[in-house]
């Protein structure tokens, strides 16, 4: 299909989603529908997890670890305490497994004595009391006794894997061989935390059944049902997980909330009554999962016109102390490591490996940020050597239609990298901002006479620059895992005359609430209002799957709209000559409820061998290229990134508006990823782990981020949609890194580009560290 661009603020581009006159939003050029929850939120009425009341339920806290490995010999509470009123809950406590089921069945919800304590915050006992002052002078009358045991740090010193790919096509050997230019580099990124506006939250409420009710701010119901299941020997009524409203996930409310839900959970069932558990933030940034940190070595070979010929790519990726979704973040870094460009000759490997610090798991990107970064930023130094600009290097590499990815994939359809590496080209005036920084630049030096990668000094302080980054993110999960998943999304019409949509995807900032009616809505001919959109509640919905990976509006939406059709059909089968929007009160009010579950099915034509990890690795990509621009102080090395153009393809826009916001907000966490955002580590322990130590970009640190939005649907998708959450994080962080090397000559290899690596880079006598990180042979 043709590629299409939306420019903000318009309707130029044709609506395949037609809304209501009536449901237009006031002022606003687009037509749109508001979003459901935002008055709720604006004035203050919606109610969080910690603004619910249970009466008479306790506060529950966790013990935790101080040592990054050891062996628990015992818990000893004080004697001197009166331990009867309180509740204490150990390993010894738990009714079933003492697993937190996901992948792997390798993290425990308590240490158990006689265990191993694997990394420093570890949970190892609860306690749960009538007040939080109770608990605060009791949490230091809890004795562990421990045995140290010697800590990893290193991931490549560990001999512990968690995952390990291998994808390769071609002849590497003869692509090197055939090379005008063998260019090598070593990229580094390190932790990054979600931190969501709202932190961790859970109150569990005990049934006269043995079950629990879980309230609580997550991303994925389903995986705390399983969980529930799991560990407190529940069956599927006894565990019931009811999502209240979230205050932002970006991945961190994917898989920790099991535990927290298991937690909570288990002292309830021990106190017999509600417990509520809100973590403090400096435990949510202590114990928490964070962005997997990696290393990605590149050996790229090129001819001399810069056309890519071979690429040789090792990730190494430090997954901590327990396996969560390591396994799945590698191998989307792995799949994406080679960037958006053809290459005949490739070889991918990565693994992923145990360390003696707290685990990682799932942020925003998941695990292509990092790899995206590294590949950009090593194809920006060629283009360097090579004395190619960055955007003649990318049109000739960059994936066209018909083009065969490492895993064998032919991308038949749905390819926009051209176009959106020419948006970004033309509304950045990027060559001629190129022309004019290098003027800039050369007239710093005095026409040659100071050496590149110099730290300058004197009146001309401020230097500008200009970067520019392409990337491509696989919609959905990879492979087979929506078949694995199978999920189910319903559209039911009630007897009594309303139209729901029913599905697990929860409302976390980005707009389910919103983007699930109106698609609905569109698809049964009705107003927006009319659809109302039902509680993530397990006893209610079924399991649609979690609520990441770019799918929910993709996949899941997909399947609304499929229920939303049957439906139709139905209706108006049985009421001939009679559009379903007329017919419908009539005939609920005639035959009862009419209630469409539509299961996924797989997208047609899509086969991949998850053994061989040859084939359709994604049924379709979403592509994005982001230029921003970049002041660089010369005497501090402080960066400002002053503007970014955002260009995404994200297949059919649904909502215009939420769009570009989700285009801002992933493009203003990967500005900070870039530049700030880094996580100091002192013997497998956080040490900055509050909101005074962790830096994140301000409002006055934020840039004018300008977002272009591209339409290159996917004909799989009933509505063309291929996601937009987390495809503008993978870009605008390499821009940044080649923008502070357009100011001042020099190349940063590791993530953040902080003032101290910029000042070494600055004064380091190879000007930078392409040399020293990565040599170069003809």
């Given at each position: 299909?043709?590629?299409?661009?939306?420019?903000?603020?318009?309707?130029?581009?044709?609506?395949?989603?037609?809304?209501?006159?009536?449901?237009?939003?006031?002022?606003?050029?687009?037509?749109?529908?508001?979003?459901?929850?935002?008055?709720?939120?604006?004035?203050?009425?919606?109610?969080?997890?910690?603004?619910?009341?249970?009466?008479?339920?306790?506060?529950?806290?966790?013990?935790?670890?101080?040592?990054?490995?050891?062996?628990?010999?015992?818990?000893?509470?004080?004697?001197?305490?009166?331990?009867?009123?309180?509740?204490?809950?150990?390993?010894?406590?738990?009714?079933?497994?003492?697993?937190?089921?996901?992948?792997?069945?390798?993290?425990?919800?308590?240490?158990?004595?006689?265990?191993?304590?694997?990394?420093?915050?570890?949970?190892?006992?609860?306690?749960?009391?009538?007040?939080?002052?109770?608990?605060?002078?009791?949490?230091?009358?809890?004795?562990?006794?421990?045995?140290?045991?010697?800590?990893?740090?290193?991931?490549?010193?560990?001999?512990?894997?968690?995952?390990?790919?291998?994808?390769?096509?071609?002849?590497?050997?003869?692509?090197?061989?055939?090379?005008?230019?063998?260019?090598?580099?070593?990229?580094?990124?390190?932790?990054?935390?979600?931190?969501?506006?709202?932190?961790?939250?859970?109150?569990?409420?005990?049934?006269?059944?043995?079950?629990?009710?879980?309230?609580?701010?997550?991303?994925?119901?389903?995986?705390?049902?399983?969980?529930?299941?799991?560990?407190?020997?529940?069956?599927?009524?006894?565990?019931?997980?009811?999502?209240?409203?979230?205050?932002?996930?970006?991945?961190?409310?994917?898989?920790?909330?099991?535990?927290?839900?298991?937690?909570?959970?288990?002292?309830?069932?021990?106190?017999?009554?509600?417990?509520?558990?809100?973590?403090?933030?400096?435990?949510?940034?202590?114990?928490?999962?964070?962005?997997?940190?990696?290393?990605?070595?590149?050996?790229?070979?090129?001819?001399?016109?810069?056309?890519?010929?071979?690429?040789?790519?090792?990730?190494?990726?430090?997954?901590?102390?327990?396996?969560?979704?390591?396994?799945?973040?590698?191998?989307?870094?792995?799949?994406?490591?080679?960037?958006?460009?053809?290459?005949?000759?490739?070889?991918?490997?990565?693994?992923?490996?145990?360390?003696?610090?707290?685990?990682?798991?799932?942020?925003?990107?998941?695990?292509?940020?990092?790899?995206?970064?590294?590949?950009?930023?090593?194809?920006?130094?060629?283009?360097?050597?090579?004395?190619?600009?960055?955007?003649?290097?990318?049109?000739?590499?960059?994936?066209?239609?018909?083009?065969?990815?490492?895993?064998?994939?032919?991308?038949?359809?749905?390819?926009?990298?051209?176009?959106?590496?020419?948006?970004?080209?033309?509304?950045?005036?990027?060559?001629?901002?190129?022309?004019?920084?290098a003027r800039d630049a050369a007239q710093r030096r005095g026409s040659g006479t100071i050496p590149a990668g110099t730290l300058r000094t004197g009146d001309d302080r401020t230097a500008t620059g200009i970067g520019l980054a392409l990337a491509w993110h696989g919609a959905g999960f990879t492979g087979s895992g929506e078949v694995h998943l199978a999920s189910v999304a319903s559209v039911e019409l009630t007897a009594d005359g309303r139209l729901r949509v029913l599905t697990a995807n929860t409302e976390m900032g980005q707009g389910t609430k919103t983007v699930f009616p109106q698609m609905v809505a569109a698809e049964l001919g009705v107003r927006v209002d009319l659809v109302e959109y039902a509680a993530q509640d397990t006893a209610e919905v079924l399991d649609s799957g979690p609520t990441v990976a770019s799918r929910t509006v993709m996949v899941v939406g997909g399947l609304t709209i499929l229920a939303a059709r049957k439906l139709k059909a139905e209706v108006e089968a049985r009421n001939p000559g009679v559009p379903f929007q007329e017919a419908y009160r009539d005939d609920a009010q005639a035959h009862g409820a009419t209630r469409i579950d539509q299961q996924f099915e797989p997208y047609p034509g899509v086969?991949?061998?998850?053994?061989?990890?040859?084939?359709?690795?994604?049924?379709?990509?979403?592509?994005?290229?982001?230029?921003?621009?970049?002041?660089?102080?010369?005497?501090?090395?402080?960066?400002?990134?002053?503007?970014?153009?955002?260009?995404?393809?994200?297949?059919?826009?649904?909502?215009?508006?939420?769009?570009?916001?989700?285009?801002?907000?992933?493009?203003?966490?990967?500005?900070?990823?870039?530049?700030?955002?880094?996580?100091?580590?002192?013997?497998?322990?956080?040490?900055?782990?509050?909101?005074?130590?962790?830096?994140?970009?301000?409002?006055?640190?934020?840039?004018?981020?300008?977002?272009?939005?591209?339409?290159?649907?996917?004909?799989?998708?009933?509505?063309?949609?291929?996601?937009?959450?987390?495809?503008?994080?993978?870009?605008?962080?390499?821009?940044?890194?080649?923008?502070?090397?357009?100011?001042?000559?020099?190349?940063?290899?590791?993530?953040?580009?902080?003032?101290?690596?910029?000042?070494?880079?600055?004064?380091?006598?190879?000007?930078?560290?392409?040399?020293?990180?990565?040599?170069?042979?003809?």
């Amino acid at each position: 299909m043709p590629t299409r661009t939306l420019t903000p603020g318009t309707e130029t581009v044709e609506r395949a989603l037609v809304i209501d006159p009536g449901q237009r939003v006031p002022g606003r050029a687009s037509g749109f529908p508001l979003r459901r929850e935002g008055p709720a939120k604006l004035t203050g009425a919606a109610k969080y997890t910690d603004d619910l009341v249970f009466p008479g339920a306790w506060y529950g806290i966790t013990i935790r670890s101080t040592e990054a490995r050891a062996k628990l010999l015992a818990i000893e509470p004080d004697p001197d305490v009166d331990w009867s009123k309180v509740v204490l809950a150990t390993a010894a406590d738990i009714p079933g497994d003492n697993v937190v089921s996901l992948i792997k069945d390798d993290q425990p919800l308590l240490v158990p004595v006689g265990g191993e304590i694997r990394h420093h915050a570890e949970p190892v006992a609860l306690l749960a009391a009538p007040d939080r002052e109770t608990l605060r002078q009791l949490k230091g009358r809890i004795k562990l006794v421990t045995e140290a045991l010697p800590p990893v740090f290193d991931p490549e010193e560990s001999d512990h894997v968690f995952a390990q790919y291998e994808v390769s096509q071609g002849d590497v050997a003869a692509g090197f061989a055939a090379a005008d230019l063998v260019l090598e580099g070593e990229y580094r990124v390190g932790h990054q935390e979600q931190l969501y506006i709202e932190n961790q939250a859970m109150i569990a409420v005990p049934g006269e059944d043995g079950g629990i009710v879980i309230h609580g701010s997550m991303q994925c119901p389903y995986y705390i049902h399983k969980a529930l299941k799991r560990a407190l020997r529940l069956s599927s009524v006894q565990a019931r997980v009811i999502q209240e409203e979230t205050g932002g996930g970006f991945g961190g409310k994917e898989e920790y909330p099991s535990m927290l839900a298991l937690h909570a959970s288990l002292l309830a069932l021990k106190a017999r009554r509600p417990v509520r558990m809100i973590y403090e933030r400096h435990e949510d940034i202590a114990a928490t999962t964070k962005r997997h940190p990696a290393i990605v070595r590149h050996r790229t070979g090129v001819t001399k016109d810069g056309r890519l010929v071979a690429q040789d790519i090792e990730v190494v990726m430090d997954g901590g102390a327990y396996c969560t979704l390591t396994p799945v973040v590698l191998s989307r870094g792995v799949l994406h490591a080679g960037g958006p460009y053809r290459c005949p000759n490739v070889r991918l490997r990565g693994r992923a490996t145990r360390t003696n610090t707290p685990p990682n798991g799932a942020f925003r990107g998941f695990g292509a940020p990092q790899t995206e970064f590294a590949a950009e930023t090593q194809l920006n130094r060629i283009a360097e050597r090579l004395a190619i600009s960055p955007a003649d290097i990318r049109r000739r590499n960059v994936y066209r239609l018909n083009d065969t990815t490492p895993t064998g994939q032919v991308l038949r359809e749905s390819v926009a990298a051209e176009e959106v590496l020419e948006q970004a080209l033309g509304a950045s005036l990027y060559e001629r901002v190129r022309e004019r920084t290098a003027r800039d630049a050369a007239q710093r030096r005095g026409s040659g006479t100071i050496p590149a990668g110099t730290l300058r000094t004197g009146d001309d302080r401020t230097a500008t620059g200009i970067g520019l980054a392409l990337a491509w993110h696989g919609a959905g999960f990879t492979g087979s895992g929506e078949v694995h998943l199978a999920s189910v999304a319903s559209v039911e019409l009630t007897a009594d005359g309303r139209l729901r949509v029913l599905t697990a995807n929860t409302e976390m900032g980005q707009g389910t609430k919103t983007v699930f009616p109106q698609m609905v809505a569109a698809e049964l001919g009705v107003r927006v209002d009319l659809v109302e959109y039902a509680a993530q509640d397990t006893a209610e919905v079924l399991d649609s799957g979690p609520t990441v990976a770019s799918r929910t509006v993709m996949v899941v939406g997909g399947l609304t709209i499929l229920a939303a059709r049957k439906l139709k059909a139905e209706v108006e089968a049985r009421n001939p000559g009679v559009p379903f929007q007329e017919a419908y009160r009539d005939d609920a009010q005639a035959h009862g409820a009419t209630r469409i579950d539509q299961q996924f099915e797989p997208y047609p034509g899509v086969v991949f061998d998850d053994e061989t990890y040859l084939g359709d690795a994604y049924p379709a990509y979403g592509w994005a290229a982001a230029v921003a621009t970049v002041e660089v102080d010369l005497d501090t090395a402080e960066v400002q990134v002053r503007d970014v153009i955002a260009v995404d393809d994200v297949g059919k826009v649904i909502h215009p508006i939420l769009c570009e916001g989700q285009v801002e907000g992933g493009t203003l966490q990967a500005v900070g990823y870039a530049t700030i955002e880094e996580i100091k580590l002192q013997e497998g322990r956080y040490l900055n782990d509050r909101l005074a130590t962790y830096l994140i970009p301000t409002a006055l640190d934020a840039p004018h981020i300008r977002s272009i939005l591209v339409e290159a649907p996917y004909s799989g998708a009933p509505h063309g949609a291929k996601g937009v959450g987390e495809l503008p994080m993978d870009v605008a962080a390499p821009a940044v890194v080649a923008a502070i090397h357009d100011a001042t000559g020099v190349w940063i290899h590791e993530l953040p580009a902080t003032p101290e690596k910029i000042l070494a880079a600055l004064r380091a006598p190879d000007g930078g560290g392409a040399r020293r990180k990565g040599a170069a042979a003809a």
